[in-house]
């Protein structure tokens, strides 16, 4: 029996033309006409004027706090709620990550406490070099309260939009908001480049800062001189074909995860002291994870329980992600904490939820869960 995932790469004819098509035209490099066109595209899908293609969104992430200026001695506020790649980004800078906790019906950063953070740290007369909201699971964060915020502060947004390509906040695209934002391509994401992610923003002069520093600060001139640390960070033409590929076929991805979005909201409905995470609201979401919430003491058992029953079935599910600052790596940070992020670890669980799942694997995930209900 094969192993049921919980977001593979979707990927088809459209991805293997287009990819075959830019190998043979000779542009087998970091830089090209596949680069160009998908920075392009993704810029008008968003609606910004600029877009760096780099190798991941953890690049995008680095250079973009590099082109904000964020360097030792600086504290980035972010969300504690997250993937270790937003944290450890600010980390290579030389800044500290101080970690937000999260609202519980969203699991995206609590704009109140983010308040209290800015006030605690400025009272401090630390400095402030950035702040680096994380839109949870495909749902865009609350941007009208966080860039209220961050104006009255003076302080930078740079919005990891990893994970919320395709989503929406208030009719605006996810990756157009804060000074810029960042969305990432990797092999599990709601549409992949196998790994790379972009800088989108519009503002030219961090945009040609990004671009600068990923081609490994070089300087306009014939031979090879630096006069600044750069970085190999750029996106391949070959991805970048695939990209384009997968830019193309973005919106019927999405409503494929919002089919499955649908069917768990379905089978949970009646299920005491259980609920789908984020689902009130999510129609501007772009599903790209599904995770449901346990109350153990209501619905009679843990997360876990069915996380093993469906291991045993050979089906992937996954908690939802460990806050950061409980990762040993980070332990000792500072923070504005109130537990919601710990006790959404402890009773969240995310289900296969990706739009390359065909109807035999989807079956088989919906027959476990109705086998491991029926059980209780």
Request: proline residues 4%; hydrophobic residues 45%; negative net charge.
């Amino acid at each position: 029996m094969d192993r049921v995932y919980m977001s593979p790469p979707d990927v088809g004819r459209l991805e293997e033309e287009m990819l075959v098509a830019a190998l043979r035209s000779g542009w087998v490099a970091p830089l090209g006409p596949e680069v160009d066109a998908f920075e392009r595209e993704l810029a008008d899908r968003v609606g910004v004027q600029h877009a760096v293609a780099l190798s991941s969104g953890t690049a995008a992430l680095h250079l973009g706090l590099l082109a904000l200026g964020v360097g030792p001695g600086d504290v980035v506020l972010t969300s504690t709620m997250t993937f270790a790649a937003t944290a450890n980004a600010i980390v290579y800078t030389g800044a500290e990550p101080y970690f937000i906790d999260a609202l519980a019906e969203t699991g995206n950063i609590d704009p109140e406490l983010l308040e209290r953070a800015i006030q605690r740290l400025r009272a401090e007369s630390e400095r402030i070099g950035a702040i680096v909201p994380v839109d949870l699971l495909g749902k865009a964060i609350d941007y009208t309260a966080v860039e209220r915020i961050a104006a009255e502060h003076g302080i930078p947004v740079l919005a990891d939009a990893a994970e919320s390509l395709g989503a929406t906040h208030e009719g605006r695209a996810a990756g157009s908001f804060g000074r810029a934002s960042i969305v990432s391509f990797n092999g599990n994401k709601v549409m992949t480049t196998s790994g790379g992610g972009m800088l989108l923003t519009d503002d030219e002069a961090l945009a040609q800062r990004v671009r600068y520093l990923a081609t490994q600060a070089r300087q306009p001139v014939v031979h090879y001189e630096h006069t600044d640390i750069g970085y190999n960070y750029r996106l391949s033409n070959l991805l970048a074909a695939l990209g384009r590929a997968q830019l193309a076929r973005l919106d019927e991805m999405i409503v494929r995860r919002r089919s499955m979005r649908d069917r768990y909201k379905a089978v949970f409905a009646d299920v005491d002291g259980v609920s789908v995470f984020g689902a009130d609201g999510d129609e501007s979401d772009n599903a790209w994870l599904t995770s449901i919430v346990v109350d153990a003491e209501v619905a009679g058992w843990e997360p876990a329980e069915l996380s093993a029953a469906l291991a045993a079935e050979n089906i992937e599910s996954r908690p939802v992600w460990k806050p950061m600052h409980l990762q040993p790596v980070f332990a000792g940070a500072r923070g504005e904490i109130n537990g919601t992020s710990e006790r959404l670890f402890r009773t969240g669980l995310t289900l296969p939820s990706g739009s390359a799942l065909d109807d035999q694997r989807i079956e088989r995930v919906f027959a476990a869960i109705d086998d491991f209900l029926a059980a209780r």
